[in-house]
């Protein structure tokens, strides 16, 4: 049983370069988020997702895009790296309908941009 | 607006000691509360959870949690510490909002267990 897969795990980008990072989970999970998480500061929401085809923006979005082409997928878009983009990103998906809404995580992927 | 306050950034025990770590969210409501561990490296594991009904709360690996309603508590806690428990741990909360549930997490609490 995989759960949430975050691919790749690690990555090195160049500032301005552009990467996708790939979220899958196969538990049939309406609801999936990106997170980042930095030193001291927990992890903040960057976008979300309630359904097929559906984003919204979190707390954190800007420099970031996302889709959900297909319930089990959501990408995480960078289109010109920052270094203030260096952190490592969650995905994470929720049922739909559960009486207390567990968040199940992904291993993460460790983004450094130089 | 909701927010997870976890007031202790670290914390260090030696093993076999008691352990409390500190929670506390503010919300209109009772929200949704969660404790979540993470061992280098890793994802979040979720240890326990809460909406209703018994305030103190079992979850795994021998942790439990009490919810206060009249502190904004939701403290996690563990008899006895074993080694293997030295990781950070994330206090969250969550509401129902915009079609989805949004999960806030505190700043999270690294514990350093002694031998």
């Known amino acids: 049983n995989a759960g949430v897969t975050q691919t790749p795990k690690f990555r090195v980008l160049k500032t301005g370069q552009s990467m996708t990072l790939l979220c899958a989970q196969d538990?049939?999970?309406?609801?999936m988020y990106w997170y980042r998480q930095d030193p001291g500061m927990g992890l903040r929401l960057i976008h979300y997702?309630?359904?097929?085809?559906?984003?919204a923006k979190g707390e954190v979005p800007d420099g970031y895009n996302v889709s959900r082409l297909k319930k089990q997928n959501f990408l995480l878009g960078l289109e010109s790296a920052a270094p203030s983009q260096t952190s490592v990103y969650f995905c994470?998906?929720?049922?739909?309908?559960?009486?207390?809404?567990?968040?199940?995580f992904g291993q993460g992927t460790r983004l450094t941009v130089v | 607006a909701q927010s997870v306050t976890q007031p202790d950034i670290h914390i260090t025990v030696s093993e076999g000691a008691s352990l409390e770590l500190r929670c506390n969210y503010s919300y209109g409501a009772t929200p949704y509360l969660f404790w979540y561990v993470q061992s280098p490296g890793q994802g979040l594991q979720l240890l326990l959870k809460y909406f209703s009904g018994d305030t103190l709360v079992q979850g795994i690996k021998g942790f439990e949690a009490e919810f206060k309603r009249s502190q904004s508590s939701f403290n996690l806690r563990k008899p006895s510490v074993h080694w293997s428990d030295a990781a950070e741990y994330f206090c969250a909360s969550s509401s129902r909002g915009s079609g989805t549930y949004k999960y806030i997490f505190g700043t999270g609490t690294r514990l350093k267990v002694l031998a």
């Open positions: 994470a998906s929720t049922p739909r309908g559960q009486s207390v809404p567990e968040a199940f």
């Open positions: 997702s309630v359904g097929e085809g559906t984003t």
């Open positions: 538990m049939n999970h309406e609801y």
